[in-house]
């Protein structure tokens, strides 16, 4: 059943969830360092489990971060959505060069990366206005196609799969998974934003099944493509490839060779998950305004993005400058968010509690 007045159920929440993130994460999480073969793994499965009781911190905390100008104070509670939009803001742009930039090389080698640029952020900006009900039924119903497709996917590359290369462990050392850990966390930063998202679901304070489904999904996922990529490339034999999976894709035949390029579909269905993040970021750019009363910004937001974009595109500026932004500055600030969120929670609650 779909959700009406504006407001999503817990299971248009879990494929947003999935549809939002599984993209991007299938292009950076393999490339990057310490999530190699065997160590990647153990990384993952250990971070889904501080995941889940982030997920309760995050449910219990959702009317401060719904709210923050009452828990925070005015000028206290726009600082606090004005960072959160930050993390956005670079995160559209990191979005918009990794689609010009695997339009070119997979898709049309001639195509113009300010036209790739320019038209995503545009159909994504406008495709954002469609209204929340709306976007929870795309993703109900595009989700089980772009799962289907990723599984066939990852079943036809298992012919690709070397014993040997499985077998052998490859590097792994306690530093490497606690590395490894670290940037699993950076990755998913966007669990921070589930808060915000939760006061547009339907009985959110028992949205924790939805939300802890959404990231051990993807982690499983995630899993299985770096186990996959260790049996085609060897322990480490990926890493100083710019798309790996996407590779190993290129590898894949359906029998009887009657496509010539079965990639296709794994590449179109991870774009497709991109597109769906780059409308996610504009749609919650909006939200978050709301919250800080600075709505009527979002469009001068979302023209700083595509501007960004463009002039990063145009200098030929690496997307290694993404990761290190997070690692070092993003990481530790929504760690110090989320612990003032926590104290400012702390502190309406006694106060509500003393006007009573």
Same mark, same amino acid.
């Given at each position: 059943m779909y959700a009406d007045n504006q407001r999503i159920s817990h299971r248009q929440l879990f494929r947003q969830l999935v549809l939002g993130q599984l993209g991007i994460y299938l292009v950076t999480v393999p490339v990057t360092s310490y999530l190699e073969g065997r160590q990647g793994v153990l990384s993952l499965l250990l971070m889904g489990f501080l995941f889940l009781a982030a997920s309760i911190f995050f449910i219990r905390m959702k009317s401060c971060y719904l709210t923050p100008e009452r828990y925070m104070g005015k000028y206290a509670g726009k600082i606090f959505c004005l960072l959160h939009l930050s993390y956005l803001f670079i995160t559209g742009v990191f979005l918009l060069l990794v689609t010009s930039r695997i339009t070119g090389r997979f898709f049309i080698e001639s195509s113009k990366p300010f036209v790739i640029i320019t038209i995503t952020a545009v159909v994504c900006y406008l495709g954002s206005h469609q209204g929340l009900e709306r976007r929870g039924r795309m993703a109900e119903i595009c989700f089980p196609v772009i799962l289907f497709v990723l599984a066939v996917m990852f079943l036809l590359s298992v012919t690709r799969v070397n014993g040997a290369y499985l077998e052998a462990t490859g590097y792994m050392s306690l530093k490497g998974v606690?590395? +490894?850990?670290?940037?699993?966390?950076?990755?998913?930063? /966007?669990?921070?934003?589930? /808060?915000?998202? &939760? +006061?547009?679901?339907? #009985?959110?304070? %028992?949205?924790?099944?939805?939300? %802890? =489904?959404? !990231?051990?999904? @993807?982690?499983?996922?995630?899993?299985? $493509? @770096?186990?996959? &990529?260790?049996?085609?490339?060897?322990?480490?034999?990926?890493?100083?490839?710019?798309?790996? &999976?996407?590779?190993?894709? $290129?590898? !894949?035949?359906?029998?009887?060779?009657? @496509?010539? #390029?079965?990639?296709?579909?794994?590449? $179109?269905? !991870?774009?497709?998950?991109?597109?769906?993040? !780059?409308? =996610?970021?504009?749609?919650? %750019?909006?939200? @978050? &305004?709301?919250?800080?009363?600075?709505?009527? +910004?979002?469009?001068?937001?979302?023209? +700083?993005?595509?501007?960004? $974009?463009?002039?990063?595109?145009?200098a030929g500026i690496s997307l290694e400058w993404y990761r290190e932004v997070l690692q070092n500055i993003y990481a530790p600030l929504f760690l110090v968010l989320a612990l003032w969120a926590g104290i400012a929670y702390g502190r309406g609650k006694h106060h509500d509690k003393e006007e009573k």
């Amino acid at each position: 059943m779909y959700a009406d007045n504006q407001r999503i159920s817990h299971r248009q929440l879990f494929r947003q969830l999935v549809l939002g993130q599984l993209g991007i994460y299938l292009v950076t999480v393999p490339v990057t360092s310490y999530l190699e073969g065997r160590q990647g793994v153990l990384s993952l499965l250990l971070m889904g489990f501080l995941f889940l009781a982030a997920s309760i911190f995050f449910i219990r905390m959702k009317s401060c971060y719904l709210t923050p100008e009452r828990y925070m104070g005015k000028y206290a509670g726009k600082i606090f959505c004005l960072l959160h939009l930050s993390y956005l803001f670079i995160t559209g742009v990191f979005l918009l060069l990794v689609t010009s930039r695997i339009t070119g090389r997979f898709f049309i080698e001639s195509s113009k990366p300010f036209v790739i640029i320019t038209i995503t952020a545009v159909v994504c900006y406008l495709g954002s206005h469609q209204g929340l009900e709306r976007r929870g039924r795309m993703a109900e119903i595009c989700f089980p196609v772009i799962l289907f497709v990723l599984a066939v996917m990852f079943l036809l590359s298992v012919t690709r799969v070397n014993g040997a290369y499985l077998e052998a462990t490859g590097y792994m050392s306690l530093k490497g998974v606690i590395q +490894g850990c670290y940037r699993v966390f950076c990755t998913f930063l /966007p669990v921070f934003f589930l /808060p915000f998202t &939760l +006061g547009n679901v339907d #009985r959110p304070g %028992n949205a924790g099944k939805a939300l %802890n =489904s959404s !990231v051990f999904l @993807l982690l499983g996922i995630l899993s299985a $493509a @770096l186990i996959l &990529l260790q049996g085609a490339f060897g322990a480490g034999g990926y890493v100083q490839k710019s798309y790996p &999976l996407f590779d190993m894709m $290129a590898g !894949v035949d359906l029998p009887g060779d009657f @496509l010539e #390029r079965v990639d296709i579909f794994f590449i $179109a269905a !991870v774009m497709f998950c991109i597109f769906f993040a !780059v409308g =996610s970021i504009f749609f919650y %750019n909006h939200e @978050l &305004l709301k919250r800080g009363h600075m709505e009527k +910004g979002a469009p001068y937001l979302a023209g +700083g993005i595509l501007v960004c $974009a463009l002039g990063c595109e145009k200098a030929g500026i690496s997307l290694e400058w993404y990761r290190e932004v997070l690692q070092n500055i993003y990481a530790p600030l929504f760690l110090v968010l989320a612990l003032w969120a926590g104290i400012a929670y702390g502190r309406g609650k006694h106060h509500d509690k003393e006007e009573k």
